[in-house]
């Protein structure tokens, strides 16, 4: 790659500042920016569903769900990173002037034919270092399928939920999220949604099926 073809290295408080201004939305990955693409409507019914079944359930506890509009920062000392995850989960909050969240406890994200690949790998690596996460919930738009990393003690362990008669537990804020709830508005086939998604089965990786920990916690 030439010099000119490199990506220009951009400082966070940079990106902060061109965000603010900003008409569309861009992640932020150790000096690099990535502008998002737009959501689908079934992408966002899946995303406010899980929004209004959390807001209803934790209201009157301290913990607060937060939608797209919520940047969550990764600072570690050898990298510093902005995401705008689908939703997430706090208990204890920046302070109300700041943009940006630092201690979720969960993290979802709705996977699309051009995030997949970053919510399945990039994304996934980032989240479960967070040191307050206690789960990483994966959902599939075109199936009615979840899955989920959830923090134990001797790492994240990774579980699948599937069909809209399942539910996730998630002790930790006292929740359960059944997957009707998630899914409610969208129509399935029996091979998955309505409209056909050819970009799925274009788009590459799928995380492996593994019952060891991953990610052991330090």
């Known amino acids: 790659m030439s010099t000119a073809e490199q990506p220009e290295f951009v400082t966070a408080e940079d990106y902060l500042a061109t965000e603010e201004l900003a008409t569309t939305k861009s992640e932020y990955i150790d000096g690099w920016v990535r502008a998002m693409s737009g959501a689908t409507i079934r992408h966002n019914t899946v995303k406010?569903?899980?929004?209004?079944?959390?807001h209803r359930l934790l209201r009157g506890?301290?913990?607060r769900p937060f939608?797209?509009?919520?940047r969550l920062r990764i600072h570690r000392s050898e990298s510093k990173r902005f995401y705008y995850p689908d939703v997430q989960v706090v208990?204890?909050?920046?302070?109300?002037t700041d943009v940006f969240q630092d201690q979720p406890v969960l993290i979802i994200e709705?996977?699309?034919?051009?995030?997949?690949v970053y919510d399945l790998d990039e994304k996934m690596t980032a989240y479960l270092k967070i040191a307050s996460l206690r789960?990483?919930?994966i959902l599939e738009q075109h199936i009615p399928m979840a899955i989920v990393m959830r923090r134990t003690a001797d790492g994240f362990l990774r579980e699948t939920f599937e069909g809209v008669d399942t539910q996730i537990e998630l002790p930790f804020i006292n929740c359960t999220l059944p997957l009707r709830d998630i899914y409610e508005g969208i129509?399935?086939?029996l091979t998955g949604v309505l409209?056909?998604?050819l970009a799925y089965a274009a788009e590459g990786q799928q995380i492996d099926d593994e019952s060891e920990p991953i990610g052991k916690n330090v």
Do not use: G, H, I, K
């Open 135 to 137: 789960c990483y919930v």
């Open 61 to 63: 506890q301290p913990c």
């Open 187 to 189: 129509e399935f086939t």
């Open 195 to 197: 409209e056909t998604e």
């Open 67 to 70: 939608d797209s509009d919520m």
């Open 48 to 54: 406010v569903n899980c929004l209004a079944a959390l």
């Open 91 to 96: 208990c204890e909050s920046n302070a109300p």
């Open 110 to 116: 709705v996977l699309s034919p051009s995030t997949r």
